[in-house]
């Protein structure tokens, strides 16, 4: 009599590695679901979903990301209808949200390379923000920076209201837009 493996709980993460197919879909530990020209339009699911490498959903009409995600490659959302990122998500390389309409990013955000927020509706950074790379803000309504802000390359501040930066900032790059 053959014996019954036992399911871990909780399941192993989701991951996603190299080349996706036209029409795939999964429906494992969340659901994943990309259109017949590769564009993926839906995901949603329990923690943790893991994307082992790049995710662009650019120009793409996703609303939402589930609580948890996590990129360890590029995450790129330029151009698309998101308001909101969700709380716990993870990025190891850069992160583009030029062109959207968040306003606040969440607290715990975690983003190991650059975070493009160009142009973005983007109105307040979180306390204790670290960024690995490149900080863009070129362009957004952000009239602050937060306390234990940490930028591992530049700060870009062009066009934006900041008249003051705060005594605990830690930039490893040039600070570029800054008019005191």
Do not use: C
Not at 40 to 65: C, D, F, M, Q, W
Not at 75 to 96: A, C, R, W
Not at 140 to 163: F, N, W
């Amino acid at each position: 009599m053959a014996s019954r493996a036992k399911r871990r709980w909780p399941p192993e993460p989701f991951v996603i590695e190299g080349f996706v197919p036209d029409d795939f879909y999964v429906n494992a530990v969340g659901t994943l679901q990309i259109d017949k020209g590769g564009r993926l339009y839906h995901i949603r699911g329990k923690s943790p979903i893991v994307i082992a490498g790049n995710l662009n959903l650019s120009g793409t009409p996703i609303r939402e990301l589930p609580e948890g995600l996590s990129v360890g490659g590029s995450l790129d959302l330029y151009h698309t209808p998101i308001q909101k990122l969700p709380e716990g998500l993870s990025v190891g390389g850069n992160l583009f949200l030029g062109f959207t309409q968040i306003q606040k990013l969440p607290e715990g955000l975690s983003v190991g390379g650059d975070l493009y927020l160009r142009d973005a509706q983007i109105r307040e950074l979180p306390e204790g923000l670290s960024v690995g790379g490149n900080l863009d803000l070129v362009g957004t309504q952000i009239r602050e920076l937060p306390e234990g802000l940490s930028v591992g390359g530049y700060l870009d501040l062009g066009g934006t209201q900041i008249l003051a930066l705060p005594p605990d900032l830690k930039v490893r790059g040039e600070i570029y837009g800054f008019k005191s």
